[in-house]
């Protein structure tokens, strides 16, 4: 009997060790982090590039892995897509018409071109001639209008019938019914429209404006009413395109073939086909490894530790456009007039205050520990990739827990009653309300890092519900004012227009810190005047409100961060710099199955 | 008994009814709506609102609630404001998806757990019932999740025998033998994880209802009449035990349509459980509603059914 119990025992201790070590290496990896300081992985060293040897193969099949934990919507239209998952995937059947340079504005180069003449508000997109759609018909002028018509419809329902939009002259006549056409969009021939503007900004140059950067295939859209476009067969199933590959079969929310599209005005392409399938975040480190992709898309940056040493891999590294900050609430957002009206009273409205919140979190430490450097500490609400934007003479708020203490004093929040903590002027005990969005366990740890760090210097930081907060419900309090809010953690992603003014003016309803200046109205309407035209005047104009931006410190950047992207070493060549990303029709393969 | 049935039919309504204002009010109270999740410096705030309005959700709870009410009575359940495709529809893929994959595992379950209750059961106390015992324990106690990624990390990607996500093949055609062979060989691994972990409940019910029923007076007469005991535990112990597992029966077949959310999510297998789960993180409230009504039906349809089954099986039950 006592035999029979040692086998058992023995049994369940072989089964908890065999669980233990396929959990291991990840727990082992945690404290390591919390105890010494990780490896810091020196982002500006992931390449841009990977380059492999050998001879191409024939054709071949691209495998890309798209990480994401929910199926993907599968709306296939420009007009119409919402999720960023259908983007990635549409990308491989492209219906933009303009290809970008620096800071992501409009080359020449593209399938279109654009000519603005700012003294009459116009703007004249010209097309290629002999340009074919995937399905042999020909590509005109009206497949650049059509998406127009589209956006403007009475039944369209998306997110792009916006203020930019109706600065189209007649856009929202036409929306509204009380025009047949939309008068300011002319087709001159079948190459080229004229669009009228009710005002132009340098803003066109990115793509705002109301200027819209995709075809739409008329010929196969024409007979679908808008309202029913959403859930028709060539949005959902087979739409045209004029991009180097073409849907050939979709599993609904699961995965997408595409094959090469032999119409392409760029040459066919030399890959026979592309398949894009959603990997599950929990084992795509795990599919990497064992090479099921050659390329692997939104590959969450947290893990970048698991497959860093995977022999098979190249991991490519780019800036993302986006930025981390901390706002203050600095006033309410009021509805009827549609302003932003600052609150002389509001508990952050004390400059040296907020410096000395901002100088006293140590955000390269987490930067380091937590993010493995892929993530730096920003200092300007401009990522760096917009070159002639960005201003990198900016210091930010570098961890000085000295500078803040000073600071603080001098701003008379002190000490009284031995507390730890300091008092506010008036001597009454003083605590700082911060919100920040649930995400990862590693949110939390990062939190009170933080709330550690403004301890040191005698800052009482709690957070606002008392823990971190859904995204929903985050945004949801931010956005109605919180009285319970006094600071918050939130990021932007800044897409390919920079311009400040929908997250920084006056009338934004995204202005969440509610700050408000004359000086500042003027530095936001400079960046879009007509002067601004001139790209080295629009250039000062950003680091001007940059510099200002900093020096009153309502909105501390915190992060800047590093996109990573795992590419296979059969992917003969693969470039994502911004400036030089390798062209679809250009990818080759060296093996015919990807190296594990 | 026909009468019977059609009386739980009737309550059901007054139940289904309840329910849906519970509910109706319950995803009114969530914070946040189907468009806060746009929020992006490209988007209009001022569209986002016209959106809202459109929608219809701006109008009073009471408008909602009776729109809702009435086009539900008509079949119209909406559109998701996700997926932009009408909610049966939506519900009809996944639901599909669901349903092959929960009746793989609960013939897989079943297919293991009552060989092992049964022998559990028979030899009591030697190493053989340990061992069972043992394995019901340990399964009880993994998480899904942890014993899902096992599997996809050991099967799916070191041994490459199963493919480790989706429901089927993109490469494959429609209609082709392939095809529905891709869907199989996708349904494989989830549903094996999910049967080795809910066998716990059916082999324990199982092995204490033998060891029970050896000592029933039944029992002993068959055994004093001369009957072999491979006999006896065929033909009279095994029927007896099967009752409370018949009971369950009902809740299982409508719990078909619940699926896993763990494994749908470590498999990225497009399912209910999964859809559940993000349509309330997406606040999709058109998705949110029928699913719980569904599910309400289900949960009662199931109690039916498990009476109707006991009282098939059980002839001392009888529904009046």
């Given amino acids: ?596 | 008994m026909w009468k019977t049935i059609a009386r739980r039919f009737l309550i059901m309504i007054p139940q289904l009814f309840v329910l849906s204002i519970f509910i109706f009010i319950l995803a009114q109270f969530m914070p946040g709506d189907p468009f806060s999740g746009l929020i992006t410096p490209q988007t209009d705030p001022n569209r986002i609102e016209e959106l809202r309005e459109l929608a219809g959700l701006n109008d009073p709870v009471y408008v909602q609630y009776w729109n809702w009410i009435v086009n539900m009575f008509q079949g119209d359940f909406g559109d998701s404001y996700t997926f932009k495709v009408s909610v049966a529809s939506l519900i009809g893929d996944r639901g599909l998806n669901t349903l092959w994959l929960s009746l793989l595992s609960v013939f897989l379950v079943y297919l293991i757990a009552i060989p092992l209750g049964v022998i559990a059961g028979r030899y009591q106390n030697s190493l053989k019932d340990k061992t069972i015992v043992l394995y019901s324990f340990i399964s009880y106690a993994i998480p899904t999740f942890v014993l899902g990624l096992i599997f996809v990390y050991v099967f799916g990607y070191k041994l490459q025998w199963f493919p480790t996500s989706g429901t089927k093949d993109v490469e494959e055609k429609a209609g082709t033998l392939g095809y529905y062979w891709s869907i199989i060989y996708h349904l494989l691994l989830p549903a094996i994880t999910y049967a080795v972990l809910g066998t716990t409940a059916i082999i324990q019910y199982l092995r204490s209802e033998i060891i029970d029923a050896q000592l029933q007076d039944y029992v002993k007469t068959a055994r004093s009449k001369g009957i072999p005991m491979k006999k006896v535990y065929s033909r009279h112990i095994f029927r007896n035990s099967l009752l409370p597992i018949a009971a369950f029966l009902g809740f299982t077949i409508t719990g078909l349509l619940g699926g896993s959310f763990f494994i749908e999510t470590i498999f990225g297998y497009p399912g209910m459980g999964k859809l559940f789960i993000d349509s309330i993180m997406a606040r999709d409230y058109s998705v949110i509603t029928t699913l719980i009504m569904l599910y309400g039906f289900l949960t009662l349809l199931g109690s039916l059914l498990s009476d109707i089954i006991l009282s098939i099986v059980d002839p001392r039950i009888r529904i009046e």
């Fill in chain 1, 1 to 596: 009997m006592k035999k029979k119990k040692w086998l058992l025992l023995s049994l369940v201790c072989v089964l908890m060790l065999a669980l233990a070590a396929c959990g291991g290496s990840d727990s082992k990896d945690k404290s390591k982090g919390e105890d010494t300081k990780k490896e810091k992985v020196d982002t500006s060293k992931l390449p841009f590039e990977a380059k492999n040897d050998g001879d191409s193969i024939e054709g071949g099949t691209l495998k890309v892995g798209l990480v994401t934990d929910s199926p993907f919507q599968g709306i296939f239209n420009w007009e119409l897509y919402e999720d960023g998952n259908d983007k990635d995937i549409l990308d491989y059947a492209s219906n933009s018409i303009f290809d970008t340079k620096e800071d992501f504005l409009i080359a020449d180069t593209g399938l279109g071109q654009l000519k603005v003449d700012e003294d009459a508000n116009k703007a004249t997109v010209t097309i290629k001639k002999d340009v074919k759609w995937s399905d042999g018909k020909p590509f005109t002028i009206d497949d650049v209008i059509y998406p127009y018509y589209i956006i403007a419809d009475k039944d369209y329902t998306g997110v792009r019938y916006d203020a930019d939009f109706q600065n189209i002259v007649g856009a929202k006549e036409y929306h509204d019914g009380k025009a047949k056409e939309i008068s300011g969009i002319k087709k001159v021939d079948d190459y080229t429209m004229e669009i009228s503007f009710k005002k132009v900004s340098p803003a066109i140059y990115s793509g705002g404006d109301g200027l819209w950067g995709y075809a739409a295939p008329k010929h196969q859209l024409k007979d679908i009413k808008i309202k029913d476009l959403i859930k028709s067969d060539a949005v959902r199933k087979n739409p045209v395109t004029v991009g180097a590959f073409v849907i050939d079969n979709i599993v609904k929310g699961e995965s997408v073939k595409f094959k090469a599209n032999p119409n392409y005005f760029k040459g066919k392409p030399k890959l026979d086909s592309v398949v894009v399938e959603v990997v599950p975040s929990s084992s795509s480190a795990a599919a990497i490894k064992a090479g099921k992709y050659d390329v692997v898309k939104n590959y969450p940056a947290n893990d970048y530790s698991a497959i860093k040493d995977a022999s098979n891999t190249t991991i490519l590294g780019r800036p993302e456009l986006a930025y981390s900050y901390v706002g203050f609430k600095l006033g309410k957002y009021d509805t009827k007039e549609g302003v932003s009206v600052m609150n002389d009273t509001a508990k952050m409205n004390n400059v040296n205050l907020r410096k000395a919140v901002a100088y006293a979190m140590d955000i390269e430490q987490v930067s380091d520990v937590y993010y493995e450097g892929l993530r730096t500490r920003a200092n300007s609400l401009i990522p760096p990739v917009f070159s002639s934007f960005y201003d990198d003479s900016l210091e930010g708020y570098k961890y000085d827990p000295k500078q803040a203490k000073k600071l603080l004093e001098e701003a008379g929040y002190k000490d009284t009653n031995n507390d730890g903590y300091v008092e506010d002027p008036d001597g009454k005990e003083f605590s700082i309300k911060l919100a920040a969005m649930s995400g990862s366990d590693k949110d939390e740890k990062i939190i009170q890092f933080y709330i550690q760090n403004w301890k040191d210097v005698g800052l009482k930081v709690e957070l606002s519900t008392g823990r971190l907060i859904e995204f929903n419900s985050f945004y949801d309090k931010v956005q109605a004012d919180d009285k319970d809010i006094d600071m918050f953690m939130a990021a932007w992603g800044t897409g390919t227009n920079p311009s400040p003014v929908g997250l920084y003016g006056k009338e934004a309803q995204f202005n969440f810190s509610r700050f408000v200046s004359d000086d500042l109205t003027k530095l936001l309407s400079d960046i879009d005047s007509k002067e601004a035209m001139d790209s080295e005047y629009r250039g000062k104009a950003f680091r001007a409100w940059q510099e200002y931006m900093s020096e009153q410190a309502t909105t501390i950047p915190m992060y800047f961060r590093t996109e990573i992207i795992p590419v296979n070493k059969r992917v003969k060549n693969y470039n994502i710099d911004y400036l030089n990303e390798t062209e679809l029709q250009d990818l080759e393969l060296v093996a015919d199955e990807p190296v594990k």
